[in-house]
């Protein structure tokens, strides 16, 4: 696969690319050149064979690159990086790193994708993950702390990549409780939260954020929410992918030390900042129904709602929330 990658790093300018260079380029045979070309359609990568001219893609790819990653991350988080893997395909980054764990990879190891075969979102959903499109990055830190403390850890990271959102210039970003990335009342990305471990620690998290950047229609058409993308959201000004991997790696990564060091207090005012469901009347999908206005999160992360009978604190996990229209208001 890595020569699969190099091969569609040397096509992502989207120039025809004659047969016989890509093969000096690579350093292979012309029947490797085509079994590395079958690799790529097989992944879904739009390519066209110019009869005696050469190969090219359908559009140019703006394509992940490990140096222009690291290059964009903030000076604080460099030391706190232990590898960096950019791979062409996974199955999912999390699944990737929870394997690598268990081989002992270091804390505070990452792992990017352009295509993941079994991204996973929340809940048991598929998390769409077309090829060049997002962004799929997942970071291992192990924790000294027992299950329980770790609780609020997917809120705080939400708050890290809501900023490293801001950082890049993608504006209007808030948070959906627990932690999806929210624009104009449509989906942006999500976090996903792993952990493995016993009760009372240490505890292994791996941490995945998707953020759609230029979702193509036709894999969009399989989500089943309102989604958006960077490019809806920026147009011409948006930015470029490693930049925005690199920004929101360097925040993960200080949300993990810092996490590490005083857990959710140091979010919470950001949190509430960022919150879009707080003062809006909500309707939570759980074993039972439960609906009341959304009050904030707890010390713990849960999400507090007024009840017509009093407070209740939802943990994460248990439930979906659905923000119900405000008094007097239509639903869309
Ligand atoms: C959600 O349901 O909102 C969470 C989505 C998390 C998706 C990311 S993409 C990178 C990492 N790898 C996965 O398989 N999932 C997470």
Request: hydrophobic share 45%.
């Amino acid at each position: 696969m890595q020569q699969a990658r190099r091969l569609l790093a040397l096509l992502a300018d989207g120039a025809v690319h004659p047969g016989p260079r890509l093969c000096t380029a690579l350093g292979v045979e012309r029947r490797d050149l085509r079994r590395m070309l079958n690799a790529l359609y097989s992944l879904g990568v739009e390519l066209h064979g110019l009869r005696g001219r050469g190969y090219r893609l359908a559009q140019p790819l703006d394509m992940l690159d490990e140096s222009a990653v690291r290059a964009a991350m903030p000076v604080r988080a460099v030391p706190l990086l232990a590898g960096l893997e950019v791979l062409l395909e996974v199955d999912s980054t999390n699944r990737h790193l929870s394997r690598g764990a268990e081989r002992g990879l270091g804390s505070g190891h990452a792992c990017m994708a352009e295509h993941q075969s079994a991204g996973r979102g929340r809940r048991g959903r598929v998390w769409v993950s077309p090829l060049g499109a997002n962004v799929y990055l997942s970071l291992m830190w192990r924790f000294d702390a027992s299950l329980r403390e770790l609780a609020a850890l997917g809120l705080a990271c939400g708050v890290a990549a809501a900023a490293a959102l801001a950082d890049v210039g993608v504006p209007g970003v808030g948070l959906k409780w627990p932690n999806d990335l929210v624009a104009g009342g449509a989906k942006l990305g999500g976090v996903l939260v792993e952990a493995a471990g016993a009760e009372r620690g240490p505890v292994t998290v791996v941490t995945g954020v998707g953020i759609n950047i230029a979702m193509p229609a036709a894999a969009g058409a399989s989500i089943e929410q309102r989604w958006t993308d960077v490019r809806a959201l920026c147009g011409s000004t948006r930015p470029a992918r490693n930049r925005l991997a690199g920004v929101l790696l360097g925040r993960l990564l200080l949300a993990c030390e810092r996490f590490a060091a005083n857990g959710f207090a140091g979010f919470a005012g950001d949190y509430a900042r960022l919150d879009v469901l707080r003062g809006r009347p909500v309707e939570v999908l759980g074993r039972a129904r439960l609906r009341g206005v959304a009050d904030g999160v707890a010390a713990n992360g849960a999400l507090r709602v007024c009840t017509s009978t009093g407070t209740r604190e939802i943990t994460a996990g248990e439930v979906s929330v659905r923000a119900r229209p405000r008094e007097g208001a239509m639903e869309a």
